[in-house]
């Protein structure tokens, strides 16, 4: 799910080395646009275990926080080695923060439905014993909001443009 604005991410970037303060303000107001979006998906996610066996103190234990972010990114295109012509300009990014939230939320999504092993030795398989569909969190709540997170988007775009225009108009001069 994609929303295409181009060159946003040049004018985010020169906004950045012309005008930090700016940069910083545009980002938090970029933030503020996702928040609905990142308060759903927090909202989803269940404040206790979901299994029983995720209750432990571990890099995979259950601990309720705030488990999605969002981020703002104006770096350069990280270059793919097999494939030449292509770059990642992805300049808003909403993901978890954590490995429990990530591996419940996506559960089932290689196919493993049900355990390979014979019946006397099958455990009950962990996407079946969650329920639901991968992408129990994330996805559904981004295609509720896409939406409204791309028309408010338009107008900071607007004044990315007009603002990275502005700063380089006082360069040039």
Same mark, same amino acid.
């Given at each position: 799910? $994609? ?10 970037? =020169?906004?950045?080395?012309? =005008?930090?303060?700016?940069?910083? @303000?545009?980002?938090? &107001? ?8 990142? =308060? $759903? ?9 979901? /299994?029983?066996?995720?209750?432990h103190n571990g890099r995979t234990g259950w601990r309720r926080r705030r488990t999605v972010v969002t981020k703002? &990114?104006a770096r350069k295109p990280r270059r793919h080695v097999n494939r030449p012509n292509y770059s990642t300009l ?7 923060? &954590? *490995?429990? #939230?990530?591996?419940? =939320?996506?559960?089932?999504? *290689? ?14 398989? +962990? ?5 639901? $569909?991968?992408?129990? +969190?994330?996805?559904?709540?981004? &295609?509720?909001?896409?939406? *409204?997170? @791309?028309?408010? /988007? @338009?107008?900071? #775009? ?8 502005? @700063? ?6």
């Open positions: 799910m $994609t929303i295409q604005a181009t060159g946003l991410k040049e004018a985010l970037r =020169d906004l950045g080395k012309l =005008d930090p303060a700016l940069r910083r @303000e545009i980002g938090k &107001d970029i933030r503020q646009v996702v928040k609905p979006l990142v =308060d $759903t998906i927090n909202g989803r996610v269940p404040g206790n275990a979901p /299994l029983s066996g995720m209750n703002v &990114d992805s300049v808003v990014r909403v993901g978890t923060r &954590d *490995a429990p #939230t990530a591996i419940v =939320d996506m559960a089932g999504k *290689a196919g493993g439905s049900s355990s390979r092993a014979r019946p006397g030795r099958a455990r009950p398989n +962990f996407s079946g014993a969650l329920g639901g $569909t991968p992408s129990r +969190f994330l996805w559904p709540a981004a &295609d509720r909001n896409l939406g *409204a997170i @791309e028309r408010n /988007l @338009e107008d900071i #775009t607007k004044r990315i443009q007009f603002e990275a225009n502005k @700063e380089l108009m006082k360069v040039y001069r």
